[in-house]
């Protein structure tokens, strides 16, 4: 069938702004693999420059070798142990919170959905004061418990509110028919269900990782032990306030940063596939 040429134009404009919208979001990454290549007296140079002009790992050399700054092995061991168990944690309470609100009808079910929406609204920065005294009070201070603590409750309200969507998603009548073929109400769940909800739990722990690894502000009060410092503090160490920062090593520590973010996706980008596949044939 012969296309119009108002169409193949129209074609040709939206594939035009999906380039478009795809640079755009693949320069800045681009921009930052590039700097930390290059030496910090040309990141610093007033001339625009696409391409480097001269090559060197010094700043990799400076992040992960010089004795002067606190090293940054640790640092990521920090970060991946309180990521790893906040996703976990925040994964298995979000899942079990969303079943329950979506799949069964109880007393104050509607105030406890408005709860986690008025919880999402308040900025983590009015609860810091309140969240030190207690994790004070605790003596859970300069340590990982109390990242992996504060983490969890920061991304719970959202997974939980995306998981029910996901498990609203799923009709109940699947569970129902499992159910008059022999299955239990549980054997019914994980056999028919669970693996239509394996995308939501994929998607979900995608966005608790991301936020975790990420946070700033709570590593920054919590952890004050140089020794436990996440990887977003950890970088903070090469800003200077006397004007020579070396930006070329920051772009380095931070290309080191974003490599486990991308690791992670690719993995669980393959999970996600097989997990709508298998749902489907098991529906």
């Known amino acids: 069938m012969r296309r119009s040429p108002a169409y193949r134009g129209m074609t040709v404009l939206w594939c035009a702004v999906a380039v478009l919208i795809f640079v755009c979001s693949v320069f800045p990454v681009y921009w930052m693999v590039k700097t930390s290549f290059q030496p910090n007296s040309e990141v610093r140079s007033t001339s625009l420059q696409l391409w480097p002009e001269t090559w060197t790992l010094r700043n990799y050399e400076t992040v992960l070798f010089d004795p002067g700054r606190t090293p940054f092995l640790p640092a990521l061991g920090t970060s991946l142990i309180a990521t ?4 976990l944690i925040a994964a298995v309470l979000a899942f079990l919170a969303a079943v329950a609100i979506s799949r069964f009808r109880f007393k104050s079910r509607r105030m406890f959905i408005v709860a986690i929406l008025v919880i999402q609204m308040l900025p983590l920065e009015a609860m810091m004061v309140s969240l030190y005294r207690v994790l004070d009070g605790w003596q859970l201070l300069n ?3 109390a990242l992996v603590l504060v983490y969890t409750a920061t991304v719970l309200p959202f997974t939980i509110w995306t998981l029910r969507g996901f498990v609203d998603g799923v009709p109940i009548e699947l569970e129902e028919a499992a159910m008059i073929d022999g299955c239990s109400r549980v054997g019914a769940f994980f056999r028919v269900t669970f693996p239509l909800l394996a995308p939501g739990l994929v998607a979900t722990g995608v966005f608790a990782f991301i ?6 502000l709570i590593a920054l009060i919590v952890n004050t032990d140089p020794q436990l410092m996440t990887l977003p503090v ?3 160490t090469f800003l200077a306030l006397n004007g020579t ?8 520590g931070s290309t080191l940063m974003a490599i486990p973010v991308v690791i992670f996706f690719l993995i669980v980008q393959g999970r996600m596939t097989s997990g709508l596949v298998s749902g489907a044939v098991k529906g």
């Open 84 to 87: 790893t168990a906040t996703v």
């Open 143 to 145: 340590t990982i418990l």
């Open 211 to 216: 936020q975790a690894w990420n946070e700033f």
């Open 234 to 236: 950890w970088l903070r």
């Open 245 to 252: 920062t070396n930006w070329a090593a920051i772009m380095a």
